[in-house]
């Protein structure tokens, strides 16, 4: 192995360690914050309020693209993301109303 391969080898293990922690601080960071969403959604289910709040979800995308650009990330996807974290909390929401 040249020294090149070895340096590249080291480089491509450090970058695949630095992946496998940040998916283990998004799995927990997801499952915080969907404990608290659960929170959300019996109470709205106590206080018979809908399961979705538009107003707030548009809110909520708006500010994620801002934050997503401000990050140099793909404001695009940053949205569909969050938008398919906002379909499975109402998901949820509409289970505590049954």
Known sequence: MT???AKAADLLKGHRDSIDRLDA???????ERFAH???VGRLKAEHDLPPSDPTREAAQIERLE????RADLDPDFAKAFLNF???EVIRHHKKHQE
Not at 25 to 31: C, D, E, G, K, Q
Not at 66 to 69: E, F, H, I, P, T
């Open 3 to 5: 020294d090149a391969v």
């Open 25 to 31: 601080i998004l799995v927990y960071t997801l499952a």
């Open 85 to 87: 974290i906002i379909q």
């Open 37 to 39: 969403t659960q929170a």
């Open 66 to 69: 801002d934050l997503a650009k």
